[in-house]
């Protein structure tokens, strides 16, 4: 049961929305989230295995539905916000539906998009069959069935392409989309376990492995599971007759163009912001970063306040982030929150009482 | 007849499908190491030979992994086995070894 009569609400039913949700539900506060899929859980639902450890993403999804022991949140599906906009010191969120909810505070996790990596023509992607992303991949995965390609057969090369929408002005991403990397490792040890003879070749920029047994799954892909990590950005891939794939790069290590043939191609594609919460940041008078992410007020001291007091973001709405990282941050978010509305209960009794001293 | 000067260049392509991986595959066999590398370049910059010729461990390593061996009795010749490039690989790859299963690989496979 609530405690606090002040009311919250978090608008993203994801890993962030959700790990918030049941720290403000346990601090005794009157919680509410709306998702605007028919279920909660955000692309955790979509994800197979989560890196660094392989750990069932359904793992990670019963941790977040536990949280709700105490004092749990009202949960509103196929409730899309399109706007929230201030109103007598609270927030009113408006839904597409003409559903309107006021708020003491509100906290916006809604997310990522993934890029959409029909932008990169040269890649082929939705024009070459056997041109996937690595969403695609994780779905394959996840039904457990072999991997195969187009035609029924089981591919025997397979490349990863990173840094697809990132890092790349062309694409309109100046950014690193963090994440892609380690996803990369993970998903070509996922490849060779089910396909031991398969030959995987990742072509990469640069390799971020900032996570703790990052680097030693990176290692591993290389000592135990014989993955080849080739340092050149993959100019363009041509369909063949037989629909393999022709793929072209520089190995920049040895200084000359390379050329090479495959079966699946595996476009590690980046992390955007949802149109959506560049719709909702706009009508709440948010600031943007230069990724067009939500900006926090302070990008070392208050990363999930914004400029508009009262309205906090946590997770991948601001910037590109792990699982792991998400859910500190929503944590962390929802500390600074509590004391907003501490501060902010303390002045509004402060002012009746002067308002009856008068 | 007059030689214009004009040749038929050799594309500079590394054509990953018509390639000879034989010497790679030894070499892994014998020396698993070998495929720890991760292109940092301090063998190469450590290494003696290095200093005084156009040698490249990094490079070879590479160039043999892709295939690429034309000429690699030659340029292995130029490694004195002195062992520096081991001691500063972050890797830990048996550099020392993986130069020896080069030299056994171009006795056993290629008469290069």
Known sequence: ?????????????????????????????????????????????????????????????????????????????NAEVVSVIPENGQHRINLSDGQAFQADTVLITTGFKLYNAEKKEEYGYQIYENVITSFDLEKQLKTGNPIRIEAGL?????????????RDIKSGNIYCSRTCCITGVKQAIEIKRRLPDAEVFNFYMDLRMFGQNFEELYIEAQQKWGVTFIRGRVSEIAENKDNSLQLKAEDTLSGRPIKMSFDLVVLLAGMVPEPRTVEIGKSAALEFTSGNFLAGLDSHISQNETNTPGI?????????????ETLTDARAATVKMISWLR????SHK????????? | MKD??????KGRQIDFENNDFSIAEYITKHEPSFRWCIGCGSCTATCSAARLTDFNPRKLKLLIQRGEIKGLADEIAKCMLCGKCQLVCPRGINTRNVIQNIKRALNTCHAL
């Open chain 1, 312 to 324: 906090f973001i946590a997770g991948t709405c601001r910037e590109p982030l792990s699982v792991a």
């Open chain 1, 1 to 77: 049961m609530a405690i606090n009569s002040q009311h919250i609400v978090i608008i993203g039913g994801g890993p962030a929305g959700l790990e918030a949700a049941s720290c403000l539900g346990t601090a005794g506060y009157r919680v509410t989230v709306l998702e605007k899929e028919k279920q909660t859980g955000g692309k955790l639902l979509i994800w197979d295995k989560l890196f660094p450890e392989f750990r069932n993403s359904d793992k990670v999804l019963n941790h977040l539905s536990n949280g709700f022991k105490t004092n749990p949140p009202q949960i509103l599906t």
């Open chain 1, 350 to 358: 402060k002012s009746l009482i002067k308002r009856d001293n008068d």
């Open chain 1, 343 to 346: 501060e902010n209960e303390t």
């Open chain 2, 4 to 9: 214009w000067g004009y040749s038929i260049l």
């Open chain 1, 154 to 166: 089981t591919p025997r090369r397979i490349a990863f392409i990173h840094c697809v929408g990132s």
